[in-house]
């Protein structure tokens, strides 16, 4: 069974970094494509980016572009999600998933190709 445990958020001011992993147990993580979500309050969640098995293939929603990247450490079974510059509408809580390595495309942007996540983890973007 696969396990997804986020760490890293908290508050930060607008303009600053921020980086938040996601540890990934109980498979093979490099079998697995991952994606980094976001639901702030009142919203519906979002994909914000993600990442292929190997590492080949990203994703980056437009309002992230230029700001966040996305990376892993198949030695260390760990996404993260470096964000910088960032801004007061960035606060949510941000969950990672994990997919069977599948063909890339659109679809990683939807939630119902993810078979596992995690808890989440709060950022919080003050002005």
């Known amino acids: 069974q696969v396990q997804l445990v986020e760490s890293g958020g908290g508050l930060v001011q607008a303009g600053g970094s921020l980086r938040v992993s996601c540890a990934f147990s109980?498979?093979?993580?490099?079998?697995?494509?991952m994606g980094w979500f976001r639901q702030a309050p009142g919203k519906e969640r979002e994909c914000v980016a993600a990442i292929s098995w190997s590492r080949g293939r990203t994703y980056y929603a437009d309002s992230v572009k230029g700001r966040f990247t996305v990376s892993r450490d198949n030695a260390k079974n760990t996404v993260y999600l470096q964000m910088n510059s960032l801004k007061p509408e960035d606060t949510a809580v941000y969950s990672c998933?994990?997919?069977?390595?599948?063909?890339?495309?659109?679809?990683?942007?939807?939630?119902?190709?993810?078979?596992?996540w995690g808890q989440g983890t709060q950022v919080t973007v003050s002005s």
């Open positions: 109980g498979r093979t993580f490099s079998s697995y494509d």
């Open positions: 998933a994990a997919r069977l390595r599948s063909s890339w495309g659109d679809s990683v942007t939807r939630e119902y190709v993810y078979g596992y």
